[in-house]
């Protein structure tokens, strides 16, 4: 299988995976701290890498080089989850997801100014109908909101978060010096647990662990094991292949797969409105992946 189609199954499976935080994150979100959970989440994400570096590729000293450069990436990276839960409390899964899928257009943004990648006019076309859909999920169909740019506490929060997100993905191609994937994942997990150990210091020993709701700790593990240690690997492995844009052209499909999970979880679905923004979210999608060719 070539590069970069090994890159884009990488972000298929990313896509999947990161979908089940929405629904997850939305029913614990006000039920412990994200700072908390986030610490919790790095942690045990750290070990399970850990634990994979060790069965596979093994430590490298140079690894080791220029540790600044974990620090950075761990940094953006808590940024993104503690703001994705602050912002979960309130707004709700698929305008959530609707949001996150606003980062192709700033990773687009950032990978011409971090790594010169220049954006085809029918990737810009197709990455214009992406935002478009999902302005539309986001504003909940509601032209008059639209118009009035009234988006809700929860979305603007996380939004933030998503800058800090669409950044970390050019910065992957621009420090990595040739570790491999699982290696790198690991000192960002390191390090961005220390960052949040540090900054949420308060809110991990006032934590009743012990007492905390089973959906919590489902949580808890779900985004530690598959939505964080498998889909840093997927997002560095993706990232190394494919352009910044195309990495995050596959966030268009979370919506539809928040969809899926709000079903199965008995949510139910959002208004057949609103599925007219994901719809257009999934064209951009097939746009960007035809201008492969």
Not at 1 to 15: C, E, N, Q, V
Request: glycine share 8%; proline share 5%.
């Amino acid at each position: 299988m070539r590069p970069d189609l090994k890159g884009h199954l990488a972000m298929l499976t990313f896509s999947a995976l990161v979908a089940g935080s929405f629904s997850l994150g939305s029913m614990s979100a006000n039920l412990i701290s994200p700072a908390a959970l986030n610490a919790a989440r790095f942690i045990i994400a750290a070990m399970v890498i850990a634990v994979a570096v060790v069965t596979t590729t093994g430590f490298h000293r140079e690894a080791a080089r220029a540790p600044w450069r974990y620090l950075v990436l761990g940094a953006l990276f808590a940024v993104y989850f503690v703001l994705m839960f602050e912002g979960l409390k309130t707004a709700p899964p698929v305008s959530a997801s609707a949001v996150f899928t606003l980062t192709p257009v700033m990773a687009a943004g950032f990978g011409w100014l971090l790594l010169g990648q220049i954006t085809t006019p029918r990737m810009a076309f197709a990455l214009a109908i992406g935002a478009g859909g999902s302005l539309w999920v986001i504003f909940r169909a509601d032209l008059e909101a639209l118009r009035n740019f009234q988006i809700g506490r929860g979305e603007a929060v996380f939004f933030v978060g998503c800058i800090s997100h669409a950044l970390y993905t050019p910065m992957v191609r621009k420090l990595n010096r040739g570790e491999p994937a699982v290696v790198f994942t690991l000192g960002t997990l390191l390090a961005g647990a220390a960052l949040l150990l540090i900054y949420g210091w308060r809110d991990v020993l006032g934590t009743d662990w012990v007492a905390l709701p089973s959906i919590v700790w489902i949580t808890i593990f779900y985004v530690a094991v598959a939505a964080s240690s498998a889909t840093f690997v997927l997002l560095q492995f993706a990232s190394l292949r494919l352009p910044s844009a195309k990495v995050m052209a596959y966030t268009y499909l979370t919506p539809s797969w928040v969809i899926l999970w709000e079903i199965a979880l008995g949510n139910g679905t959002p208004p057949l409105a609103v599925l007219a923004g994901v719809l257009l979210t999934i064209i951009a999608l097939y746009l960007l992946l035809r201008d492969d060719g």
